[in-house]
């Protein structure tokens, strides 16, 4: 008998996909969440890459609670000066690279990658945009606009123009970019695609083919940053630098919160000719900010990120060599488990869920398993994790 709730759910909330998961939460504790029945599920999803602290982490709903009593909206967004907006710009300018040290917040991701490519293309005075085939940068009209499906395009035209397609880690193809292009965009990793890592070299090459053609590299960090990867930015894997760097997931510690961050000096394009170049009303909302703010310290004080960076390594030697399996690829917690029998994947996420394990698929890859657990899990529920994920795939 379907329960009220999700009979409700079918018939109220508006959904996309013609079969959604519909996973009925009751409560989350950690790297856990528990059905309206109690039962236990562990958590590999992660919200796509949010909760990567887990649920309910302690320090988290505190900070939240504490700025709850003192101040909720106040005022557009950039007019007031709200304490945990203000700390946290400044811990992000601390934790960043030099010139990364002025931050524009947002709700979302792809509001993020939004203010980038308006930002990209105030600064250089030029309109063409690359981005990477099979990339995913979220799903309003400029950010959709980036995406190469063309079946998926077809149907949302017209379309932002100015938008031009390269091959990620293919070093010929950085020959497309010239001094006519304003930016281009691109994921340290691939997320969507089914976690694709960029050749040993490629990010340097594309940094000085931007270099030498005047052109922005905006790095949408968007399902990487916050320490998933084992390091705190995963472009410091590949020792470059954006222009402009992308944060939201994991970087709310679980509220909505994004950011497009780069120099005064190219954000400040924003503020003249015309005045009030970006405006938004909630971007950086104050829980928000406290929640991030939250986030970091636990992520220093806990050492998260090498533990997302010696926890991959122990998944991935233990599921490598099971025989449905034919790669784990990825970095740190970020992980696509690639099955030998791409018929299986959507078998094999019900299996897990079958035994207590909640993975994912992704949007462009047919035949790798999402895996992307909290960053607080430890060796012991490392453990149980890879049992659950053997004995599920066994059933096969
Ligand atoms: N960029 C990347 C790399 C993403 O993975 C996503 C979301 N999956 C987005 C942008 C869009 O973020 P949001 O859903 O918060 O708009």
């Given at each position: 008998m379907p329960t009220p709730l999700r009979t409700s759910f079918f018939r109220y909330v508006a959904q996309t996909?013609?079969?959604?998961?519909?996973?009925?939460?009751?409560h989350g504790k950690g790297i856990y969440l528990f059905d309206p029945e109690g039962n236990a599920f562990i958590d590999c999803i992660s919200g796509i890459a949010v909760s990567a602290l887990g649920h309910g982490h302690p320090k988290i709903t505190e900070a939240i609670k504490k700025q709850l009593d003192l101040h909720l909206h106040t005022s557009v967004y950039g007019e007031h000066i709200q304490r945990p907006q203000v700390v946290l710009a400044e811990k992000i300018a601390r934790l960043l690279p030099n010139h990364l040290n002025c931050t524009y917040f947002t709700n979302s991701g792809t509001e993020a990658v939004e203010g980038a490519l308006k930002l990209a293309r105030k600064y250089t005075s030029r309109y063409e945009i690359f981005a990477c085939r099979n990339a995913y940068h979220g799903s309003t009209a400029g950010a959709e606009s980036l995406r190469s499906d063309l079946d998926h395009l077809a149907a949302m035209r017209p379309l932002v123009p100015g938008v031009k397609h390269i091959d990620f880690s293919v070093f010929d193809d950085l020959e497309c970019i010239t001094e006519k292009t304003a930016a281009v965009i691109i994921e340290p990793i691939q997320g969507e695609a089914g976690v694709i890592l960029p050749i040993v070299g490629y990010f340097q090459a594309l940094r000085d083919r931007c270099n030498k053609t005047g052109t922005l590299l905006i790095i949408d960090e968007i399902q990487t940053g916050m320490g998933r990867t084992g390091k705190m930015w995963a472009f410091e894997h590949e020792d470059v630098v954006p222009d402009i760097l992308l944060l939201a997931k994991a970087f709310g510690g679980g509220l909505p919160l994004g950011a497009f961050i780069s120099s005064k000096e190219i954000m400040q394009v924003l503020s003249h000719d015309p005045i009030l170049g970006h405006l938004t009303t909630f971007g950086g909302h104050p829980l928000s900010c406290a929640a991030s703010l939250a986030a970091f310290d636990i992520i220093e004080e806990e050492n998260l990120v090498e533990n997302a960076a010696r926890q991959g390594e122990k998944i991935r030697a233990k599921l490598t060599?099971?025989?449905?399996?034919?790669e784990v690829r990825g970095r740190g917690l970020m992980l696509a488990i690639d099955l030998k029998?791409?018929?299986q994947l959507l078998t094999s996420v019900n299996d897990c869920k079958a035994q207590g394990l909640l993975v994912d698929w992704f949007l462009f890859n047919d035949r790798s398993v999402r895996f992307a657990p909290p960053?607080?899990?430890t060796d012991e529920e490392v453990e149980v994790v890879c049992e659950k994920m053997s004995r599920a795939l066994n059933v096969q």
């Open positions: 996909a013609p079969e959604p998961d519909g996973f009925e939460v009751g060599g099971h025989p449905a399996i034919c029998n791409p018929n960053i607080i899990i």
